[in-house]
């Protein structure tokens, strides 16, 4: 019986009733917040800002490269330039609590956007940088967004045909490169600042003063249906999580945060802005994924939020050396993984210690350090979230001194719920709840909770919230969860099948497969891409319907080893890119087996309901499976 198989019984077997509420401890690191420069969570998330510009002015806030340099932008200057658009915004005389989009990768134009429109009362609409020109238009739409900032003006050019987005007054590129004949609601981002840098300060103030439990963030995430939700998150929902957060994980001053994850994503946005801001702490944003290692050893942070593709693409690139490397590298490798290993449990208390721990240091000064170094020798912890780390990957790491922690939450939570910590650290876990989380398990084996950062529910979507949060304020997460004697919290499973991809993003299989279904050429189909770096399908054939494609194509309708050919496969991904189109811009299958034999109930594919049996199809087809993921993706 395997690990899921067991935990899947043993909350079958505990009854009907629901598990009674707690709130467990974390590690309240009373010591080290003495010593920390915390600022505590009252007001606004701009109040938060403003009080730590006041405490340390001259201290840097933001570390980005420009110009092939590194530049240091201390919170004085942060302050000053925060105004500057603080003031562009009053001069467009967009209303308080209006909507505002952006559109950027991680920079300090992020935060500095982020900032002003908060002191101007809006509420941030992020968006991701690479989704989809439709999927923009969709949320721009819906929120009736009034500015919207875009990293480049032909993000902006790319939305032609998808508007007239009646509502929004002005569209701000930071690149600055307008042409002649663009929208006359573009500017550049320079010349905006300029056009309104003599702006009254009080111009637009109506007076009022946005209050804690405002709307901070309107956070678009996908759900059962191919449209996103918005959630809606107030400025206490996100600081009572970054708060709770600290008192788990002990932040300096003299820490510095390397920002990888998209500020568009509540995980990075809370863990990896608010909890440095909040601490006082430095944050340098990462160039580009294919920077990420360069950058973690030229800047050597203390603290790194990641998904776990970020590790499996370490594990797989050291895989390969030892393979090609001499036979002693390898044994000195796996000694150094079994050392390491039983240090690590030791340390929690879940291991004696043995004469071979004597061999740790020489194992250190000949592998772990030298793996430790690639991530900038300095780390003092790594948040992995958004899916489930490979066990024997996390084993792998953490054997060698890498400081890997899980935790778990969604983006209505704030997004974080629980956490491991280091000195209570169960990496088959996703950890301990925050402290003021209340976790319970409902009748059905769900994960619930109940949080100072719960959501206030979806953007223009009562029926969704209802779904969701009841009038006691327990939110239901979809996820099947276990709890053991010592609090420590594992996922088991998904009342709905979410596939959380390798880099965290969720897509609903279900809604993806009937819209691939929706076209004649697909009888059936099934999703696959959990825990992978890409979404792949199987997919049945419409046998008259191939028939006819076939001869059009110019391949043999009966020739297995056509469906197998590139060619084909890159028709039929054609084919399914236009039926996924409303889906969100992550959603996108890359790889697809085409199959002939349909699924039936008799041959064991589907239940007497008709649905199909998931680990029934990727047991059958595990060949088809490893050989789409093992080749590269399509683009």
Same mark, same amino acid.
């Not at 939305?159 to 569209?171: A, H």
């Not at 994503?265 to 994924?289: D, I, K, Q, W």
């Not at 593709?309 to 050396?321: D, G, L, M, P, V």
């Given at each position: 019986?395997?690990e899921?198989?067991?935990?899947?019984?043993q909350?079958?077997?505990?009854?009907?009733?629901?598990q009674?509420?707690?709130?467990?401890?974390?590690?309240?690191?009373?010591?080290?917040?003495?010593?920390?420069?915390?600022?505590?969570?009252?007001?606004?998330?701009? *109040?938060?800002?403003?009080?730590?510009?006041?405490?340390?002015?001259?201290?840097?806030?933001?570390?980005?490269?420009r110009?092939?340099?590194?530049?240091?932008?201390?919170?004085?200057?942060?302050?000053?330039?925060?105004?500057?658009?603080r003031?562009?915004?009053?001069?467009e005389?967009?209303?308080?609590?209006?909507?505002?989009?952006?559109?950027?990768?991680n920079?300090?134009?992020?935060?500095?956007?982020?900032?002003?429109?908060?002191?101007?009362?809006?509420?941030?609409?992020?968006?991701?940088?690479?989704?989809?020109?439709?999927?923009?238009?969709?949320?721009?739409?819906?929120?009736?967004?009034?500015?919207?900032?875009?990293?480049?003006?032909?993000?902006?050019?790319?939305?032609?045909?998808?508007?007239?987005?009646?509502?929004?007054?002005?569209?701000?590129?930071?690149?600055?490169?307008t042409?002649?004949?663009?929208?006359?609601?573009?500017?550049?981002?320079?010349?905006?600042?300029?056009?309104?840098?003599?702006? *009254?300060?009080?111009?637009?103030?109506?007076?009022?003063?946005?209050?804690?439990?405002?709307?901070?963030?309107?956070?678009?995430?996908s759900?059962?249906?191919?449209?996103?939700?918005?959630?809606?998150?107030?400025?206490?929902?996100? =600081?009572?999580?970054?708060?709770?957060?600290?008192?788990?994980?002990?932040?300096? !001053?003299?820490?510095?945060?390397?920002?990888?994850?998209?500020?568009?994503?509540?995980?990075?946005?809370?863990v990896?802005?608010?909890?440095?801001l909040m601490?006082?702490?430095?944050?340098?944003?990462?160039?580009?994924? *294919?920077?990420?290692?360069?950058?973690?050893?030229?800047?050597?942070?203390?603290?790194?939020?990641?998904? !776990?593709?970020?590790?499996?693409?370490?594990?797989?690139?050291?895989?390969?050396?030892?393979?090609?490397?001499?036979?002693?590298?390898?044994?000195?490798?796996?000694?150094?993984?079994? $050392?390491?290993?039983?240090? /690590?449990?030791?340390?929690?208390?879940?291991?004696?210690?043995?004469?071979?721990?004597?061999?740790? !240091?020489?194992?250190?000064?000949?592998?772990?350090?030298?793996?430790?170094a690639? /991530?900038?020798?300095k780390?003092?912890l790594?948040?992995?979230?958004?899916?489930?780390?490979?066990?024997?990957?996390?084993?792998?790491?953490?054997?060698?001194?890498?400081?890997i922690?899980?935790?778990?939450?969604?983006?209505?939570?704030?997004?974080? =719920?629980?956490?491991?910590?280091?000195?209570?650290?169960?990496?088959?876990?996703?950890?301990?709840p925050?402290?003021?989380?209340?976790?319970?398990?409902?009748?059905?084996?769900?994960?619930?909770a109940?949080?100072?950062s719960?959501?206030?529910?979806?953007?223009?979507?009562?029926?969704?919230?209802?779904?969701? =949060?009841d009038?006691?304020?327990?939110?239901?997460?979809? *996820?099947?969860?276990?709890?053991?004697?010592?609090?420590?919290?594992?996922?088991?499973?998904?009342?709905?099948?979410?596939?959380?991809?390798?880099?965290?993003?969720?897509?609903?299989?279900?809604?993806?497969?009937?819209?691939?279904?929706?076209?004649?050429?697909?009888?059936q189909?099934?999703?696959?891409?959990?825990?992978?770096?890409?979404?792949?399908?199987?997919?049945?054939?419409?046998?008259?319907?191939?028939r006819?494609?076939?001869?059009?194509?110019?391949?043999?309708?009966?020739d297995?080893?056509?469906?197998?050919?590139?060619? $084909?496969?890159?028709?039929?991904?054609?084919i399914?890119?236009?039926?996924?189109?409303?889906?969100?811009?992550?959603?996108e299958?890359?790889?697809?087996?085409?199959?002939?034999?349909?699924?039936?109930?008799?041959?064991?594919?589907?239940?007497?309901?008709?649905?199909?049996?998931?680990?029934?199809?990727?047991?059958?087809?595990?060949?088809?499976?490893?050989?789409?993921?093992?080749?590269?993706?399509?683009?």
């Amino acid at each position: 019986m395997t690990e899921k198989t067991g935990q899947l019984e043993q909350l079958e077997n505990r009854g009907r009733a629901p598990q009674q509420a707690r709130v467990y401890p974390s590690d309240a690191l009373a010591a080290n917040r003495a010593r920390m420069d915390a600022i505590e969570p009252d007001g606004t998330l701009h *109040d938060l800002f403003r009080e730590r510009a006041r405490r340390t002015p001259d201290k840097t806030a933001y570390t980005e490269h420009r110009g092939g340099k590194w530049v240091r932008r201390s919170w004085r200057w942060m302050s000053e330039e925060v105004e500057k658009r603080r003031r562009a915004i009053a001069a467009e005389g967009v209303a308080r609590g209006a909507r505002a989009a952006i559109r950027m990768r991680n920079c300090v134009e992020w935060i500095l956007y982020d900032q002003a429109c908060m002191a101007a009362g809006l509420v941030l609409v992020p968006l991701y940088a690479d989704d989809r020109a439709d999927n923009i238009a969709y949320i721009l739409e819906q929120t009736e967004s009034k500015l919207l900032l875009v990293e480049r003006a032909d993000m902006w050019r790319e939305m032609d045909g998808e508007g007239p987005f009646p509502s929004l007054k002005r569209v701000v590129a930071a690149d600055g490169e307008t042409k002649s004949g663009d929208d006359e609601k573009l500017l550049p981002l320079g010349e905006w600042l300029r056009r309104n840098a003599d702006a *009254d300060e009080n111009q637009n103030d109506d007076g009022e003063k946005t209050r804690a439990d405002d709307l901070a963030t309107i956070v678009y995430t996908s759900g059962t249906t191919g449209r996103p939700k918005g959630v809606m998150l107030t400025h206490a929902n996100i =600081l009572q999580n970054a708060h709770a957060g600290l008192k788990s994980i002990a932040i300096f !001053p003299g820490d510095t945060f390397l920002s990888f994850l998209p500020l568009s994503h509540m995980f990075e946005r809370t863990v990896g802005y608010c909890m440095p801001l909040m601490a006082g702490a430095e944050v340098a944003f990462n160039r580009s994924v *294919d920077d990420l290692m360069e950058d973690l050893a030229e800047l050597r942070p203390n603290f790194f939020i990641t998904v !776990p593709r970020i590790f499996e693409r370490a594990h797989a690139a050291i895989s390969a050396r030892l393979e090609q490397g001499p036979a002693l590298a390898r044994f000195l490798f796996s000694r150094a993984v079994a $050392v390491g290993w039983r240090r /690590f449990e030791i340390s929690q208390g879940r291991a004696r210690w043995r004469p071979s721990q004597l061999l740790w !240091p020489l194992l250190n000064a000949l592998v772990a350090k030298k793996i430790r170094a690639r /991530f900038g020798g300095k780390l003092r912890l790594v948040v992995s979230g958004g899916a489930p780390l490979a066990p024997g990957i996390s084993r792998m790491f953490i054997a060698l001194g890498v400081k890997i922690v899980q935790g778990y939450g969604l983006t209505e939570t704030g997004p974080t =719920l629980s956490v491991n910590t280091l000195k209570r650290n169960n990496p088959a876990s996703v950890g301990l709840p925050f402290i003021g989380a209340e976790i319970r398990i409902s009748d059905r084996g769900e994960l619930q909770a109940r949080s100072p950062s719960v959501m206030s529910g979806y953007w223009r979507n009562e029926k969704a919230t209802r779904e969701v =949060l009841d009038e006691d304020g327990w939110f239901s997460s979809g *996820d099947i969860a276990a709890i053991d004697a010592d609090g420590f919290i594992s996922i088991v499973g998904r009342l709905k099948e979410i596939i959380v991809t390798a880099t965290g993003e969720k897509v609903p299989p279900a809604d993806m497969e009937a819209a691939i279904c929706d076209h004649a050429l697909f009888d059936q189909a099934m999703v696959l891409g959990e825990g992978r770096a890409f979404l792949s399908a199987l997919v049945v054939l419409n046998e008259e319907s191939w028939r006819g494609r076939a001869k059009t194509l110019g391949v043999d309708a009966e020739d297995e080893a056509a469906l197998a050919s590139e060619a $084909v496969e890159k028709y039929l991904l054609e084919i399914i890119a236009q039926q996924l189109h409303d889906f969100p811009g992550y959603a996108e299958v890359h790889r697809v087996c085409a199959l002939r034999d349909a699924w039936t109930v008799g041959g064991g594919a589907l239940t007497p309901t008709m649905k199909i049996k998931r680990a029934t199809l990727r047991e059958r087809f595990a060949a088809q499976i490893a050989n789409m993921y093992a080749g590269a993706r399509r683009e």
